[in-house]
T-cell receptor, first 112, second 112 residues
Framework: KNEVEQSPQNLTAQEGEFITINCSYSVGISALHWLQQHPGGGIVSLFM???GKKKHGRLIATINIQEKHSSLHITASHPRDSAVYIC??????????????FGKGTHLIIQP | KAGVTQTPRYLIKTRGQQVTLSCSPISGHRSVSWYQQTPGQGLQFLFEYFSETQRNKGNFPGRFSGRQFSNSRSEMNVSTLELGDSALYLCASSFLDSGELFFGEGSRLTVL
């Protein structure tokens, strides 16, 4: 079964700083998800990626399949980026019927 | 395009009762998955349905069950509620069985 480790668990930064959140997993996968959860519970899917790099606005996600590692970067961080960021991967080999296993999340606070 | 709708949003039950939660996916999405989120365990996969078939189930007791209807709407049921079942229950839909996930706002269950 896949094990997911996220770091850091908590991160406080100043507005404008470059943010990096890391995710490592133990079993080879077909795709990895980055999710964002704001206070109150709602979860938004930020990225689903299986190789290389994806960019959406100020958010960039990269994945290294060989090293079983992914990073989420936020450029020019803003207080509205304050949220919990969660990495998720297939529970097993990534076949079509896999459920997901989740990291414990990174609590990010961006101070003005 | 309407998002994923979960009902009810909040509910309070007592130990021993049962509860049914509903999830209406985005129109055209055939995959619905369910997750439990607690402060202690974080996000955990419950089960996934695709075209009315349960494709995978997480490590939860048989008290947790679900189904999917021909219109892709899904329900999950928890029987003989325990205090530890208090959680935020989230559902997500996707167009493909391993595609990008779109989450509902969740149903917050409190068991007294």
């Amino acid at each position: 079964k896949n094990e997911v480790e996220q770091s850091p668990q908590n991160l406080t930064a100043q507005e404008g700083e470059f943010i990096t959140i890391n995710c490592s997993y133990s079993v080879g996968i077909s795709a990895l998800h980055w999710l964002q959860q704001h206070p109150g519970g709602g979860i938004v899917s930020l990225f689903m990626l299986s190789s290389g790099k994806k960019k959406h606005g100020r958010l960039i996600a990269t994945i290294n399949i060989q090293e079983k590692h992914s990073s989420l970067h936020i450029t020019a961080s803003h207080p509205r980026d304050s949220a919990v960021y969660i990495c998720a991967v297939p529970m097993y080999s990534g076949g079509g019927a896999d459920g997901l296993t989740f990291g414990k999340g990174t609590h990010l606070i961006i101070q003005p | 395009k309407a998002g994923v709708t979960q009902t009810p949003r909040y509910l309070i039950k007592t130990r021993g009762q049962q509860v049914t939660l509903s999830c209406s996916p985005i129109s055209g999405h055939r995959s619905v998955s369910w997750y439990q989120q607690t402060p202690g365990q974080g996000l955990q996969f419950l089960f996934e349905y695709f075209s009315e078939t349960q494709r995978n189930k997480g490590n939860f007791p048989g008290r947790f069950s679900g189904r999917q209807f021909s219109n892709s709407r899904s329900e999950m049921n928890v029987s003989t509620l325990e205090l530890g079942d208090s959680a935020l229950y989230l559902c997500a839909s996707s167009f493909l069985d391993s595609g990008e996930l779109f989450f509902g706002e969740g149903s917050r269950l409190t068991v007294l």
